[in-house]
């Protein structure tokens, strides 16, 4: 005797609840199995915007030196949190957000580089962790997902590779991105749905990819309300900043141009006493030792160089790769403001829901000297501090793939 199972409810048999007749003026039609979900009405949007490594004390709303106009919109007419559990790591971080699940019950105890067998380690949302994009859409909500992914595994990121992973199939309408954990922002590579694509244009004709992402986030949900203006969306817009590579504009670059030239320990008691001041942290907080383990037990590549050992080359360098660090967040912060801009302009901004936040903390992938090519830290390769010196010019630009040192 065979087990009978009962089939989950979207895929049950649909009950015809009209009526047929030989003629069929006396046929009643039934649209009800088919009609698509509806959101209750004047339900709200939800614009969730989450950036890549970077910590509390980068941005001007919590105390930080880097300008951010638009976060600094909703830290002025909103809320601010200072209480942001994450897993520390990117891929982990983004699976609780797309889920409310922990993230070893998502699959994501780790980064998709670093999948394997094991279980809460394999890299793949369950279909029992429900993404907010599948209970939205089911809700009557348009669902789009513009940037970074990375949350796909490595396997499944080729034209012949498996799809059940991408965005498409864990409840999003559109995508438009990359699907791995970093990408180039001049040239990067690009998914749009479930195909990859060329960029639409070169930086020498004004590309950069945090604009591209905001030009098409703005597309989007144009497109949705031309056709159905009342239907609220739900958007996960997740730009490449500030993880490495550090690309942005030059100009926006030039802004913080000796901004931390007093280095990485002056700065963090610097913007301690700020954050203390705006009621991020209570009076009395301490900052923690840079190098805290044993040098028997440290990392080398974890290590931090104290600011005054430095020579006044290294000191030049790493200053202007956190200036570079610096241009693109803000940059990116300018293009996330045109989005806002135009939800105002469509009247959409008041009805809508926005949150603004980061992944996890800054990254120290960049090694205690930081790198003008960050595949050298992945390869083992160490950088050389009079060959980055011959590139301090070009950081930021389309022929580096810089990050900053450990102690910033």
């Known amino acids: 005797m065979t087990e009978q199972k009962t089939l989950p409810e979207r895929h049950a048999e649909e009950i015809f609840k009209g009526k047929i007749e030989l003629d069929v003026r006396d046929s009643v039609p039934d649209w009800g199995p088919y009609k698509p979900p509806q959101a209750p009405r004047d339900a709200p949007n939800v614009l969730f915007v989450l950036y890549d490594d970077t910590g509390l004390a980068a941005w001007s709303p919590y105390g930080g030196a880097i300008n951010m106009p638009a976060a600094q919109k909703l830290a002025d007419n909103g809320l601010m949190y200072t209480q942001w559990h994450t897993t520390a790591l990117c891929a982990p971080t983004r699976s609780t957000c797309l889920t409310g699940r922990n993230h070893h019950v998502n699959g994501f ?5 670093a999948s394997n067998g094991f279980p809460g380690y394999h ?3 369950p279909d029992q962790c429900a993404t907010i994009s599948h209970i939205l859409q089911d809700a009557g909500w348009s669902t789009f997902w513009i940037g970074k992914n990375h949350n796909v595994p490595e396997q499944d990121n080729a034209p012949g590779g498996y799809r059940g992973t991408w965005p498409l199939q864990k409840g999003f309408d559109r995508f438009y991105g990359f699907l791995g954990g970093e990408t180039n922002q ?7 749905d479930n195909h990859s694509i060329d960029q639409p244009y070169l930086p020498e004709e004004g590309y950069h990819l945090s604009k591209d992402l905001a030009d098409q986030a703005i597309r989007m949900i144009r497109d949705q309300k031309a056709s159905n203006p009342s239907k609220p969306w739900y958007m996960w817009f997740c730009p490449g900043a500030n993880h490495a590579p550090h690309q942005a504009p030059q100009e926006y670059i030039d802004k913080y141009k000796g901004k931390f030239d007093d280095g990485y320990e002056a700065y963090r008691e ?3 006493e700020r954050m203390i001041e705006k009621g991020v942290f209570p009076e009395g907080t301490q900052l923690t030792p840079f190098n805290p383990m044993p040098e028997d037990q440290a990392n080398p590549l974890d290590v931090v160089l104290p ?8 000191k030049k360098l790493f200053s202007r790769m956190a200036e570079v660090w610096a241009g693109f967040s803000e940059y990116t912060d300018a293009q996330i403001g045109r989005i806002f801009d135009y939800l105002e302009e469509s009247g959409q901004f008041d009805n809508t829901l926005i949150l603004y936040a980061a992944d996890n903390g800054t ?3 960049g090694s205690p000297n ?8 992945f390869n083992g390769f160490p950088d050389d501090l009079q060959e980055n010196l011959t590139m301090i010019d070009k950081l930021g630009g389309p022929d ?5 040192p450990t102690g910033w």
């Open 270 to 272: 610097w913007v301690l």
């Open 400 to 404: 580096a793939y810089n990050h900053m």
């Open 307 to 314: 600011w005054d050992s430095l020579s006044a080359d290294q």
């Open 109 to 113: 105890a780790e980064i998709v580089e």
């Open 370 to 377: 930081g790198s003008v090519n960050e595949n050298k830290f």
């Open 123 to 125: 890299a793949r949302i």
């Open 186 to 192: 001049w040239y990067p590579d690009l998914v749009e």
């Open 363 to 365: 990254s120290g992938e």
